[in-house]
């Protein structure tokens, strides 16, 4: 950031008065601008004992596969945009059956909220953003040609849980590289 989105002023980066984090403060009207994470919402969309999952079209990852994801829309809530980017990414409804997890992923700021949906019907079809779209049962998942880390780890944890029979919340970080705190 190099201007204040409220002055138009240039801004520097400083610790502002009673907090601990370097921020970007407007040399001219005071104003603190807060980075934070982004907010990614998905879909694993179900259809019998099927997951439907997309093959980018955009960057990154473009011919990778993943489930229905993408960031979060101001004024949606969390479910209303995992709904949404599983129209968008692959055009087909889903009804949401539970939010079931949320991964942070430290080294690119995002925090992901993945929910299971019950396809509504088994209509889908590629968009501007997945050049294919399909079903696959769980020995046909394409595991070396997934997009990301993110994605691996939810279809583990989904095909582990569909054994047991229980869906409980998972929670973790994944691709922590950070150095360690001293």
Not at 43 to 59: G, S
Request: proline fraction near 7%; include cysteine; charge should be negative.
């Amino acid at each position: 950031m190099k201007y204040c989105s409220t002055c138009g002023a240039q801004v520097r980066r400083a610790i502002p008065p009673g907090d601990t984090i370097p921020r970007f403060v407007c040399r001219n009207c005071g104003t603190i601008h807060y980075e934070n994470p982004k907010i990614v919402v998905g879909c694993l969309p179900e259809w019998e004992d099927c997951i439907l999952l997309c093959r980018r079209a955009i960057a990154p990852r473009v011919g990778c596969w993943t489930f229905p994801a993408g960031f979060m829309e101001n004024d949606e809530s969390t479910e209303e945009g995992a709904i949404r980017e599983t129209w968008e990414e692959a055009q087909t409804r889903v009804s949401l059956m539970s939010l079931y997890a949320v991964f942070s992923l430290l080294s690119v700021n995002q925090v992901y909220l993945i929910f299971r949906g019950k396809m509504i019907h088994p209509t889908f079809g590629a968009s501007a953003e997945s050049s294919e779209v399909r079903l696959f049962r769980e020995h046909e998942i394409p595991w070396e040609e997934l997009a990301f880390p993110v994605i691996r780890e939810t279809l583990t944890c989904y095909y582990h849980d569909r054994r047991t029979g229980q869906f409980p919340l998972h929670v973790g970080t994944i691709g922590d590289h950070r150095p360690p705190v001293a």
